[in-house]
């Protein structure tokens, strides 16, 4: 048997329909709808304020993000980063506080996470260099792998 499928917008416009019918309380309309009350206030509400379309799913993202860095301190980190590839982020920070001390550097993780972000993390020249290391010496790895395995 196959599951009943509906849009939430669906049942939150055929709530608002039967409680402008006014022949039931809000309280069975709401145990009718399987939501609680508070919901269904809450439906009512903005029905009053903005019509049909302020029933619309609302994003639930953060209006601002109090604790992000500023682009500004992001792109003297990348572009140092450019600069020196292999440098990590506890010296990049070492660096940019010597020739910006006035300035409110994040902390080395964050750092690698800003790095991680912008694609500058170095995860690709590891790899790299791990795949050399196992061409140069395929039978000393395997070694290892059968030793581990017994």
Avoid at 6 to 24: G, H, T, Y
Avoid at 48 to 62: D, F, I, N
Avoid at 78 to 98: E, F
């Amino acid at each position: 048997m196959p599951w009943n499928k509906s849009e939430p917008m669906n049942e939150r416009v055929k709530f608002i329909a039967e409680w402008l019918q006014r022949e039931e309380s809000v309280t069975w309309l709401c145990a009718r709808a399987g939501i609680s009350r508070k919901t269904g206030y809450k439906w009512i509400d903005r029905y009053e304020q903005g019509g049909v379309a302020a029933l619309a799913e609302r994003s639930r993202a953060p209006l601002s993000h109090p604790h992000a860095v500023p682009a500004d301190i992001v792109e003297a980190i990348v572009s140092i980063r450019r600069q020196h590839p292999r440098w990590g982020p506890r010296k990049l920070l070492v660096v940019l506080r010597r020739h910006a001390p006035e300035r409110r550097w994040p902390v080395a993780s964050t750092v690698g996470d800003i790095l991680r972000r912008a694609g500058r993390d170095g995860a690709a020249a590891s790899t790299a260099a791990r795949q050399r290391a196992v061409r140069r010496a395929p039978g000393r790895l395997q070694r290892r792998q059968r030793d581990l395995v017994c």
